[in-house]
C-alpha cells in the first residue's frame, strides 16, 4: 500500500445496530425466567440481589446472556441473525447512531473492525452483518481488519482470560490497530477511530488510543462518542500536549 487509510472500528449494539436481543433473568425462589431488552437490563443490574423489589433475581452469565452467544433457538436459527432479520422487519429503527458512518466506511471501502462484548465468534458476526448487505442495506460486504466478540471463550484466551470485559475490549482495540498497520503500512500516516454508546466504554476507548498514539505519535487517532446525551468526535494526543481536542469532521470522519 502506497497511501494512508482511514480504519474504522464500531461497537456493535446500540451503536450501529440497535437489536431485539434479550436478556433473562432467573428468580433464585421460584426458578422463573423473566426476560427483558437490553436497555430495561441496563436499568434494573445494579438492584439484582439488594433488598427490594429485585431481592430474589439473579442474571447467571451463561443462562441470562445465551442470546448474545452462538447458538440456536427452537426454530434452529441462530440467535444473532434471527434479531438482526427481526429488526430489518421492524422497520427503520433499527439503525443505531452511528450506522451512517459504518456505512460510509463500507461504501468507500475503509477498513472496518467490530470490538464487542458479545460472545459470538466473529464468523457468526461476519454472516450477521452480511444479512444487512442480502436486504440492500449495505452496498458490499465491508473490508474486515479484525471481528472481537470478546467475550467469546476463545477470543478471551487469545486477548488474555484474566481480563476484565474493559480490559478486553481495550487489548482488543490494540490488537486492531497493529493488524491495520500489518496489513496498510507501518510507515504511513494513518488514522483510526472507534466509535461507540457507552460513556464508559468511551473512556476505555480513549485510554486505548491515548496508548496507541504514544507508541505511533506520527499517526492519528479519533474517539466518536455516540450515546444519546452527546454525538461528539475527539482526536486524542498526548498528554503533554492535551487530553483531546475536538475537531469538525471535515472530508473523512477520522481525518
Excluded at 94 to 119: C, E, H, N
Excluded at 174 to 200: I, N, Q, T
Amino acid at each position: 500500500m502506497t497511501e494512508r487509510t482511514s480504519f474504522y472500528f464500531f461497537d456493535i449494539d446500540e451503536n450501529i445496530l440497535h437489536l431485539p436481543t434479550k436478556v433473562h433473568l432467573l428468580n433464585t425462589v421460584t426458578g422463573e425466567e423473566m426476560s427483558m431488552s437490553q436497555r430495561e437490563f441496563e436499568g434494573i443490574r445494579a438492584y439484582l440481589g439488594v433488598a427490594g423489589d429485585w431481592e430474589d433475581w439473579a442474571a447467571p452469565p451463561e443462562r441470562a446472556f445465551r442470546e448474545f452467544a452462538d447458538g440456536k433457538d427452537r426454530n434452529g436459527e441462530e440467535y444473532l441473525h434471527r434479531d438482526i432479520r427481526r429488526a430489518l422487519k421492524a422497520g427503520e429503527g433499527w439503525k443505531g447512531p452511528s450506522w451512517d458512518i459504518f456505512r460510509y466506511a463500507v461504501l468507500r471501502k475503509r477498513p472496518v473492525a467490530f470490538v464487542t462484548a458479545r460472545q459470538h465468534s466473529s464468523e457468526t458476526i461476519k454472516q450477521g452483518i452480511a444479512i444487512l448487505k442480502e436486504a440492500g442495506e449495505l452496498p458490499e460486504d465491508p473490508l474486515y481488519v479484525a471481528v472481537f466478540g470478546v467475550s467469546n471463550p476463545e477470543v478471551r484466551t487469545e486477548l488474555g482470560a484474566h481480563l476484565t470485559t474493559a480490559g478486553l475490549k481495550r487489548k482488543a482495540i490494540r490488537m486492531c490497530v497493529e493488524r491495520g498497520l500489518d496489513a496498510y503500512g507501518r510507515d504511513l500516516p494513518h488514522s483510526f477511530g472507534m466509535s461507540d454508546d457507552d460513556p464508559k466504554n468511551v473512556d476505555l476507548i480513549t485510554s486505548a488510543m491515548l496508548e496507541c498514539k504514544m507508541d505511533y505519535p506520527e499517526k492519528r487517532f479519533f474517539v466518536i462518542s455516540t450515546n444519546r446525551r452527546q454525538h461528539v468526535k475527539l482526536e486524542v494526543f498526548p498528554p503533554h500536549k492535551e487530553e483531546s481536542k475536538l475537531r469538525a469532521a471535515e472530508g473523512d470522519y477520522y481525518g
